[in-house]
């Protein structure tokens, strides 16, 4: 399965329920995952299942010796059923339909043990999470390096002994992509952001996951985040590693795409895996302007989820705005996520919370309908 928000919704949740819940499974099994397209698996994959299995997960092809023959002691072909076919006379293997998503609603859950089971298996993460924060700050030239501004080098104590000082900083990170709907002014919204934030101690960030990367290398970059921008796509999915606790995610949603992509009235299949859950996640719908065409390709060969895109800033910081700084935020200006009230200017471009909460509600708040197909 390569659309990655439809693995979490689809997949992981069922995995959590058999393995975790009613223990249907223990660890020591081997786990292949079956991709169309001949995809490999991506780091997201071993991410997500590692946590199911003693041994490396596997993409489905290797399940499969050329050379012999493999011998199980039990198979479970997940996703699949038995048709028979009384014309051919014989049963069929077919995919079976996907399960609907009203069914099964664990996602909150799902990401609190998963950060768990991250933590307790890498006791160096919170090490490596503020040395990762002290490099990208130091990159974007906010942090000087050894011998200035009085910060010291690494050592085994002094990372820690800089955490009031990280911990002033908030970062914004904005995905980009190199294969499809790539975002073509990204440089100059980063420099604006910077220019007019870093001085509030808010810093503004590339996040780019589509080279291999090591696991730790995913939740490091996530972790030191308190908000993330970026357009519709499965990349999103890794803002489960963001800290909860009121942390923003903001989904942008492409001119003149499907409405399973840029619908204001639900979630999207990969805004539904925070619903209920202590993040802020809001769909901001970008206009017919954002589009940026290839002039070599007829328009046919361009449909919405492989055009570029551009957002205009004074849109984004309008929103970066009300969200995060104004006031101190929305969190310290209506004190609850029951309470949140979207300026009508920021209403006008296309937005939604689709789950609003700040530090101290006891549940989240939803201001469109729960995505159940």
């Known amino acids: 399965m390569t659309m990655l928000g439809e693995f979490f919704l689809r997949v992981i949740r069922f995995m959590h329920y058999y393995f975790e819940q009613v223990q249907l499974f223990g660890k020591d099994i081997q786990l292949w995952v079956i991709m169309q397209d001949k995809s490999p698996l991506f780091t997201f994959h071993h991410l997500f299942l590692e946590k199911y299995t003693l ?22 072909l997940c996703g699949f059923s038995l048709e028979p076919d009384s014309v051919a006379n014989r049963t069929w293997l077919r995919p079976t339909y996907l399960p609907r998503l009203s069914s099964l609603r664990l996602f909150p859950q799902i990401i609190s043990q998963f950060n768990e089971w991250v933590d307790s298996v890498d006791i160096h993460l919170q090490r490596r999470t503020l ?90 970059q996530h972790r030191i985040l308190d908000m993330i921008v970026g357009i519709h796509g499965a990349h999103l999915q890794d803002a489960v590693w963001m800290r909860q606790n009121g942390s923003f995610v903001i989904e942008l949603m492409p001119a003149n795409a499907t409405p399973w992509a840029s619908n204001l009235e639900m979630p999207t299949l990969v805004g539904m895996t925070f619903w209920d859950t202590q993040f802020n996640y809001v769909g901001l719908k970008l206009p ?86």
């Open 131 to 220: 040395e990762y924060k002290w490099q990208r700050l130091q990159n974007l030239n906010i942090l000087a390096p050894k011998g200035r501004n009085g910060v010291p080098p690494f050592s085994d104590n002094s990372i820690f002994q800089m955490a009031p000082i990280l911990n002033r900083w908030k970062i914004i990170g904005f995905y980009q992509r190199k294969v499809r709907r790539r975002w073509t002014n990204l440089e100059s919204i980063l420099r604006e952001c910077n220019t007019k934030y870093n001085p509030l101690h808010i810093a503004c960030d590339t996040i780019f996951l589509e080279d291999y990367m090591h696991s730790q290398d995913v939740v490091v």
């Open 288 to 373: 017919e302007s954002s589009i940026v065409l290839d002039p070599k390709l007829p328009m046919q060969r361009q449909p919405w989820f492989r055009r570029d895109f551009q957002v205009e800033w004074t849109m984004l910081n309008r929103v970066i705005e009300f969200l995060m700084v104004h006031n101190g935020g929305v969190c310290n200006v209506f004190q609850s996520g029951q309470h949140f009230r979207v300026p009508p200017q920021i209403q006008q471009y296309g937005f939604a919370f689709f789950n609003a909460f700040c530090p101290g509600d006891k549940h989240p708040y939803h201001f469109t309908k729960e995505k159940t197909g």
């Open 55 to 76: 041994h490396n997960v596997q993409h489905a092809s290797d399940m499969m010796e050329s050379l012999h023959c493999n011998c199980f002691r039990r198979l479970f």
